[in-house]
T-cell receptor
Framework: GQQVMQIPQYQHVQEGEDFTTYCNSS?????IQWYKQRPGGHPVFLIQ?????EVKKQKRLTFQFGEAKKNSSLHITATQTTDVGTYFC???????????FGTGTRLKVLA | DVKVTQSSRYLVKRTGEKVFLECVQD?????MFWYRQDPGLGLRLIYF???????EKGDIPEGYSVSREKKERFSLILESASTNQTSMYLC?????????????FGPGTRLTVT
């Protein structure tokens, strides 16, 4: 069946360093969503990418959708302690309302 | 602001008990979802509903059932709880339409089955 994988599973960075998480789908996606879950919290929607090759920025966060629409990345420039949490990508299962979530990347920022 | 509430933050049940987890959303969303979250496995879809009384199985429906009698409320039922159902359960809702909409999540229920 359709799978969405994320790497790395964990990442520890020093505050001020950059961070990137990668999302890969086994099938072509019509769109991809990114969510952030703070420790002890629930996932919160960050952004949706729809177009092939699309790049969107939110302050220090840069989101990219691959040309083949099978992969995506989230890059954080100059991490801060507020960036701590788990980042999930999610892609729609074709023909349904279901979203397949990636396994998540847990980011820890050391001050 | 969309609000999704879940009946309990923490729940402890015994093996074999029938367990009800309730979820309510206040934004008139058509779609509602139940996920379970386990370390290293991400969010896995148990069931979803796109309309009142309509439901579809997700990826891991075994041992669970759902009920949606009203648009704002989506219940997850564990007919006979087992220890392998110890997990964090997250409810979510979204609009329905031709394009995909973001999902709004509730705070989660951490269920422990002993």
């Amino acid at each position: 069946g359709q799978q969405v994988m994320q790497i790395p599973q964990y990442q520890h960075v020093q505050e001020g360093e950059d961070f990137t998480t990668y999302c890969n789908s086994s099938t072509t996606l019509s769109n991809i969503q990114w969510y952030k879950q703070r420790p002890g919290g629930h996932p919160v929607f960050l952004i949706q990418l729809v177009k092939s090759g699309e790049v969107k920025k939110q302050k220090r966060l840069t989101f990219q959708f691959g040309e083949a629409k099978k992969n995506s990345s989230l890059h954080i420039t100059a991490t801060q302690t507020t960036d701590v949490g788990t980042y999930f990508c999610a892609g729609p299962s074709s023909g349904t309302y279901k979203y397949i979530f990636g396994t998540g990347t847990r980011l820890k920022v050391l001050a | 602001d969309v609000k999704v509430t879940q009946s309990s933050r923490y729940l402890v049940k015994r093996t074999g008990e029938k367990v009800f987890l309730e979820c309510v959303q206040d934004m008139d969303h058509e779609n509602m979802f139940w996920y379970r979250q386990d370390p290293g496995l991400g969010l896995r879809l148990i069931y979803f509903s796109y309309d009142v009384k309509m439901k579809e199985k997700g990826d891991i429906p075994e041992g669970y059932s759902v009920s949606r009698e009203k648009k704002e409320r989506f219940s997850l039922i564990l007919e006979s709880a087992s220890t392998n159902q110890t997990s964090m359960y997250l409810c979510a809702s979204s609009l329905w339409g031709g394009v995909s909409y973001e999902q709004y999540f509730g705070p989660g229920t951490r269920l422990t089955v002993t």
